[in-house]
C-alpha cells in the first residue's frame, strides 16, 4: 500500500513537471507561426515535380506581400516568362507566347500550381495556423532523428483548406517537420515533409518541402527556396496588372 | 414551235439510251448535291442538339455574378428562388425544368488522378431536360442503393480503368471552401456524345452532394427544355423567346438560350456555311461538266441528221430550237430524277442516319467542338431541292445551246460527210 502511494505521489509529481515544462498546443503554434509567417517575402525556387515516374523540373522568381498579394514568374525554358498574380481572391496569368493576360478566380487558387501538389494557395500565402486552427498536443516524439511535439489541428472555421491536420513540430527549432493533411471526410489527402531547415536571422524557416498527394500512387512534389528574404520591404506597385505583362 | 417540241420529244424518247445517260448523271448531280445540303444542316443540327441534350438545354438561369466567374464553377452563387423561376419557365412555354450545381472535382482510383467537371444533379428529372439518363451505357441511373453514387462519362471510367460497381475517390472543395474527398460507388457510366461529357463528365445526386459539398440547398443553374422544334432555326428561335420571356419576368437573373451559349459555335457555323457554299458549288460543277459532256456527245453524234434535216429545208435557227428544247427535255427530265433521288438520300439520312462508326474506328468523328458520335442525321432543305432541280434545267439549256448554235451554222455539205 505504501509502495503504491510512494508510485503515485512520484508519477503526480513527473506529470506535475512535464506539464509545467511542456508547452500548450496554442503556444507551439504561436512559435510555428512567428517562425513561419511573413509580412513579405522574396524568393528563387526550385520544384520538382515527379508523377508516374516522370519527373519535370520548374524554377522561379517570386515576391509575396502578406497573404493578399503575391507575384511569379518563371524562368525554367519551358515556362520562361509565364507569369502569376494574386491579388487578394483572384488570379492573373500572363502568358507570354500569346502575349495574353487571364484572369481566372475561385477554384483555379485550389488547384495544382503548373501541375504540381503545391496550390497557389499553399505557394503563395502565409496564414497563421493559430488564427485557422484549433489544436491539441498529441504527445511528444522522435522524429527523423529530432524531438517533436505531434499537434492535432482542427480547423475553426468549415472554410479553412484542410479541416483536420497533425502537424510534427520541431519541439527546439518550432518549425514544422511533417503535416498530415485530412479532407473534411476524414480522409488523408496530402502529406509534407520538410526535408531541410534553414536559420534565416533569428528563425528557422523550412527551406525545402515534399509534398505527396495520397489520392495518386507515385505522386510528389518537392519545393525548394534557393535563395529567400524574408520581411524585406516590397514596392506594392509591383502587384498590378501592368507589371504583369511587362 | 409546236411542231419543234413534238420533234424534240419523239427524238428524245428515240434515244432511249441516250436519254438514260444524260438523265443519270443529272440524277446523280443533283442528287448528291442535295443529300449534301441535307448532311451539312444535319451535322448543324446534331452539334446544337448534342450541346442542347449535355450541356446548354434550351435555356440556362443563373444568377450573374456565376456568370460573370463560371470558369472557375464557384459555389458562391445560387438562385434565391428556383422554384419560382421553374414555374414562370412552365408557364412561358418550357417542357420540362431540372436543376443543377457545377463544381470542378478530381476523380482518383488512389493510383492516378484527374480533373472533372462534376455536377450535383436531381436524378428524377435531370432525364426530363438533359440525355445523361437515356445514353446510359452500362449499369443503372441512380439506383439509390448507397449514399454515394456516381455517373462518369465513359471515357473518363475507362481512363481510370474503372467499370460499374467499382469504388472511386470524388474530391473537390465544399461550398464554405474545405477541401473534401469521400469514396463514391460508380453506378453507371454514360456513352455521350458530347466529348466533355464523355471524357470529363461526373454526376453525383444532390442528396450526396449536400453532405460531400455543403451545398445548404445551392442551386447554381436552372436547365430548362422545349419540345423538339422541326428544324435548326426554329428551335433556335424558341429558345430566345423563351429567354426573353424569363429575362422580363427576372431581369435579376441572367437567362440564356442555346443560341446565346453557342454564340461561338454559331458565328462558326456561318464561316462554315460560307465555305459550304463553295463545296456545293464545286459539286454543281462537277454535275454541270457532266451534263454539259453527255449533251455535248449527244448533238455531235447527230451533225449528220442536222445536214439531213437542213437538207430537207429546215431553217438553221429551227434545228438551233429542236436541239434545244431537246436538251431541256432531257435536262427537265434529269433534274426531276436528280429531285427525288435527292428526296429519297435526304429521307434516308432524316429518318435513319448514317452510322458515323462505318467512316471512323472508334465510331466518332472528332471535330473541335462538334460532337459527332453515333448516327449522323440529316436535315430537310426544301431550297436546295428547288435549287437544285432549277439548276440542272438551266445547265441542261445552256449545255444544248452552245453545240445547237454550232451545228445550226452548218453547211449542210459539211454536216451530211461529218465524221
Known amino acids: ?109 485550389r488547384e495544382g500550381m503548373m501541375g504540381s501538389d503545391v496550390s497557389y494557395e499553399e505557394a503563395l500565402e502565409s496564414d497563421s495556423l493559430s488564427e485557422i486552427y484549433d489544436a491539441v498536443v498529441k504527445g511528444r516524439e522522435d522524429y527523423e532523428g529530432r524531438p517533436v511535439w505531434v499537434l492535432e489541428l482542427a480547423a475553426k472555421k468549415s472554410s479553412a483548406t484542410y479541416a483536420r491536420q497533425i502537424l510534427r513540430v520541431d519541439a527546439e527549432r518550432y518549425v514544422t517537420l511533417s503535416a498530415e493533411l485530412y479532407a473534411k471526410s476524414g480522409k488523408l489527402l496530402k502529406i509534407s515533409r520538410t526535408l531541410e531547415v534553414r536559420l534565416i536571422g533569428t528563425r528557422w524557416y523550412p527551406v525545402k518541402v515534399e509534398l505527396s498527394d495520397k489520392l495518386r500512387k507515385d505522386s510528389r512534389t518537392t519545393f525548394e527556396l534557393v535563395s529567400i528574404k524574408l520581411d524585406v520591404p516590397v514596392d506594392p506597385k509591383r502587384f498590378s496588372l501592368s507589371e504583369l505583362g511587362k | 414551235m409546236g411542231t419543234l417540241w413534238k420533234i424534240a420529244f419523239r427524238n428524245v424518247l428515240r434515244h432511249k439510251r441516250r436519254t438514260a445517260i444524260t438523265g443519270v448523271v443529272l440524277m446523280f448531280g443533283i442528287g448528291v448535291y442535295i443529300m449534301f ?32 466567374t463560371m470558369a472557375g464553377t464557384p459555389l458562391d452563387y445560387g438562385l434565391e428562388d428556383p422554384a419560382a423561376v421553374e414555374k414562370a419557365a412552365l408557364a412561358a412555354g418550357a417542357s420540362a425544368t431540372t436543376r443543377r450545381t457545377a463544381f470542378v472535382g478530381q ?54 480503368g474503372l467499370s460499374v460497381g467499382d469504388w472511386v475517390v470524388l474530391s473537390s472543395r465544399t461550398r464554405p471552401g474545405a477541401e473534401n474527398a469521400d469514396e463514391f460507388v460508380v453506378v453507371a457510366t454514360v456513352d455521350a456524345a458530347d ?147 435527292g428526296l429519297a438520300l435526304t429521307w434516308y439520312m432524316v429518318e435513319h442516319g448514317i452510322p458515323v462508326g462505318t467512316f471512323f474506328a472508334d465510331g466518332s468523328l472528332d471535330m473541335g467542338n462538334l460532337p459527332l458520335t453515333g448516327s449522323m442525321y440529316g436535315e430537310w432543305k426544301p431550297l436546295d431541292i428547288v435549287v437544285g432541280f432549277v439548276f440542272g434545267v438551266v445547265v441542261s439549256f445552256i449545255a444544248a445551246r452552245i453545240p445547237a448554235r454550232r451545228a445550226a451554222r452548218l453547211e449542210v455539205t459539211d454536216a451530211l460527210r461529218f465524221v
Open chain 1, 1 to 109: 500500500m505504501k509502495r503504491f502511494f510512494v508510485t503515485m505521489v512520484a508519477a503526480a509529481a513527473a506529470f506535475s513537471a512535464f506539464a509545467q515544462a511542456a508547452p500548450t498546443a496554442a503556444e507551439i503554434l504561436a512559435k510555428v507561426d512567428a517562425n513561419e509567417k511573413f509580412s513579405s517575402i522574396e524568393y528563387e525556387g526550385r520544384m520538382e515535380l515527379v508523377l508516374a515516374g516522370k519527373t519535370r523540373v520548374k524554377t522561379m522568381k517570386a515576391v509575396a506581400l502578406g497573404a493578399d498579394k503575391a507575384f511569379i514568374e518563371f524562368t525554367n525554358p519551358e515556362d520562361r516568362g509565364v507569369r502569376y498574380l494574386k491579388l487578394g481572391d483572384e488570379l492573373w496569368m500572363y502568358f507570354p507566347k500569346e502575349d495574353d493576360t487571364v484572369k481566372i478566380s475561385g477554384h483555379l487558387l
Open chain 2, 37 to 68: 445540303g441535307a448532311m451539312l444542316a444535319g451535322m448543324d443540327r446534331m452539334s446544337i442538339d448534342s450541346m442542347v441534350d449535355y450541356s446548354t438545354a434550351s435555356a440556362k438561369v443563373t444568377s450573374p455574378g456565376y456568370l460573370e
Open chain 2, 107 to 160: 476523380l482518383s482510383n488512389y493510383v492516378d488522378a484527374l480533373p472533372v467537371m462534376a455536377f450535383a444533379v436531381d436524378p428524377a428529372t435531370d432525364g426530363t431536360v438533359f440525355a445523361l439518363e437515356r445514353a446510359v451505357d452500362a449499369g443503372e441511373w441512380f439506383p439509390g442503393r448507397e449514399a454515394n453514387e456516381i455517373v462518369l462519362g465513359r471515357k473518363l471510367a475507362a481512363e481510370l
Open chain 2, 195 to 341: 466529348p466533355q461529357v464523355a471524357s470529363a463528365g461526373a454526376y453525383v445526386s444532390y442528396e450526396a452532394a449536400e453532405e460531400f459539398l455543403e451545398l445548404d440547398g445551392l442551386v447554381t443553374e436552372l436547365d430548362l427544355a422545349l419540345p423538339r422544334a422541326a428544324t435548326l432555326d426554329r428551335a433556335l428561335e424558341e429558345a430566345d423567346a423563351l429567354a426573353a420571356a424569363l429575362r422580363a419576368e427576372f431581369p435579376e437573373l441572367s437567362t440564356r438560350s442555346v443560341k446565346d451559349q453557342a454564340a461561338d459555335y454559331l458565328a462558326m457555323r456561318n464561316m462554315k456555311s460560307k465555305f459550304s457554299y463553295v463545296m456545293m458549288l464545286v459539286v454543281l460543277l462537277i454535275g454541270g461538266v457532266g451534263i454539259v459532256n453527255t449533251i455535248l456527245m449527244a448533238v455531235y453524234a447527230r451533225v449528220k441528221e442536222i445536214g439531213v434535216l437542213r437538207a430537207y429545208g429546215m431553217l438553221g435557227r429551227d434545228v438551233k430550237n429542236l436541239f434545244t428544247i431537246e436538251g431541256v427535255i432531257v435536262g427537265a427530265i434529269g433534274s426531276l430524277a436528280g429531285a427525288l433521288f
